[in-house]
């Protein structure tokens, strides 16, 4: 059965900033604020660091950042999806816009993450891209809003808005994340009580003046929205 | 400074072949024979288990299956340089026939696991890719002869003593391992003492009836190479 | 304004088969069987020879074989879109599965087209496909039943109902070719009679015994089905 | 039997510059001043317009920019060496900076183009790469200096220098052509009498003010080195 996280969730990872020990000692703070408030945390890591950071924390969901759709046998530097289960990955990360796919690669390894019950989380860079990446229905969506750069704050929460309209229309049960530029705790909060499902930081956090601050900062707002979407759809008010 | 095999050496892999625990089993079984004879040998590990692998081993030398040619910095699902060093590798596969690259992409890696100490093993498919290959001075090389598939024995062995000629011709410092079809420890010996750097096979072990005994007549003929080689050397006949 | 052909039409190609003279004598041959049955015909033309096929030709409606989504400027070797429109394309053909796109590539390259007014023809592998693909609008639309290779003849004519009630169903002006396996006149009246706007073949014309024999059986089933699909509409019987 | 361009020769193209008619009435003034000057000129020209430009020149020597070593069959949207030979072209670009090659490729796409008798016109950006493409013993070099960027003009001439010498060593018989940011017929002399074969020019021409002077400024030049070339030859003083 995949294993994936309970909405609302969060998500970070280290792309190529860090390695080594610095990307053990992130995935344990990260870790720790999980469990501190409680929630739900994926966790991209390197291919090289998805076992050490399994085996050293607790509570994070890890996501290899990409997978090759081969099977056992010949294929030397490839991806193969049975080694990143192995190594403690739950799920993984498809078509980022910096290691996009084609149509065929895209249906072809999300049939293998399904075979071995590996979730897979799957990015669409606008929302023509959203409505085709959906098709294969993915566990979770994130659609990058590469369409946005340079625009104003207000049309991003237009965008948030539509893209989770758009794919909640056609697949409810797609998990739909957003990570846009997010760089603080207020817009964690903002993005989930309108019905994300999750929230992503990675070089809003790693860039930051104080990273375990934001860390922070970030994590104790998606428990302030989970109480607060809870308190609401149990007939309370905020 | 770079961490070399010392000649005559022995080299294999898991490809894809095998995942997880079964990866650790073999490299455990090969460093005990590494070290039962007194041999260097090389490890070639999908990315996911090169930490498990160095961690949990004494004399096997940990090759990355490959690497890209970036910086710590963004670059999702791309392989760090630093990121494979800090997990254990002490080198990195290169233009394998599986992941062949471009001219410029060899130039570049090439310059960065020098930069980072990383020695470079890399292959070349034929006499006139060989020549190629060599400008680039790697470390050690691989020239898989492609050209003899469906060949003979003996023109394998004149393939072998002109691929050896030509490199060492052009850049003595070059090591130069022979990998072609390699099923049993006389052939293991037989290159060695025409004077190649080292032997190796991935295949030719884990696809054979009895690996274990296919990894240890292989690795004790390398010994017994090194002995004779020494022999011969001191002016002593064998 | 984009030059479309119109249903019912008939597509053909010479893929790599044949080149030079060859090329343009089977254009020829296409181009009087368009005429002489009053049809449109797509003749999907290699770079080179799409000036001559323009040039040579009255009825052909050429189409590229691909274009990559640049702009004037840098890019040897590159397929700019004004070159093949300059040449006598009116459409480009994208994502076929000997050329598979990744789905930022997609979007761009039907943009540059749409900017240029190229009519594009896109083709998709399976069901999921061509869900995914229809979401970018092209003008026309392939499903390639990759996924029926050594099916029956009847689910065939399964799937080719299903792609297309699932194109018309999601984008009504869509225009849907079928192409799979067409090997005679017999099936291109009967694809087109349940409602595909085109049918195609390339190879089960190049590879038949008599490719004359077999294009003019094709095309004169076009001319069959239009007619009879003009009675059937006006509410006449056949 | 390979048509070659005789030294000293000179050679240009239009990249993605142009498109059309204007590529067609470029070469016109290429072939103009080619036949004025008596000198042979190389046109690297796009797919679309070999043909074209094959058909209404005298003196120009077509290349394609780039070629697939397939043969006749499958393959739509490839580049076939025998669709580019039967439209004009008498070579073909190949691993030029933007569109680089694996070593593979460069082995077998040359293989073709000998077997075709078209000649091989190929790139490499350092003096590294420069030894390694000399290998494979393509008919004409140029050795672009990425390393030069930014760098005097002083050490462009040695660079300059250094790769004549290079190559020219190895292999005698590979022509070699250099075309690193030539903007005036004055380089062009200068080049040609320290030995190169070939001088290029491309955006040099197309982005100049007055494109043919700069053209007719170039081409000159090449007759002019080449007649006081052959009075040094004949033991004559210019």
Redesign the interface.
Known sequence: MKVLPKSPFFET?V???????AVLEYAKAVDAAAIKYDIDVMF?T???????VAENTERLIIVA??MDA?R?????????P???K??GAKGV?L?????????????ATIERANELELFTFVC???L??A???A??QPDIMNPEPTELIGTTEASDMSYVKDTLALIKGMFPDILVEQAAGITNGAQVYEFLMVGNDGVGSASGILKSKDPMATLHDMISNVRRAKDDLRKIRSGGSL
Chains 1, 2, 3, 4 share one sequence.
Do not use: W
């Open positions: 990872g792309k190529s900033y860090i390695y080594g020990d991209i390197p291919y090289t660091d998805i076992r050490m950042p990409y081969i056992p046998g010949r294929g030397i530097a490839d991806v193969l049975e080694a990143i192995a190594a990360l078509n980022h816009c910096e290691k996009v796919m084609s149509l065929p690669a895209i249906r669409a860079d606008s023509v891209e409505r085709a990446v098709q294969f």
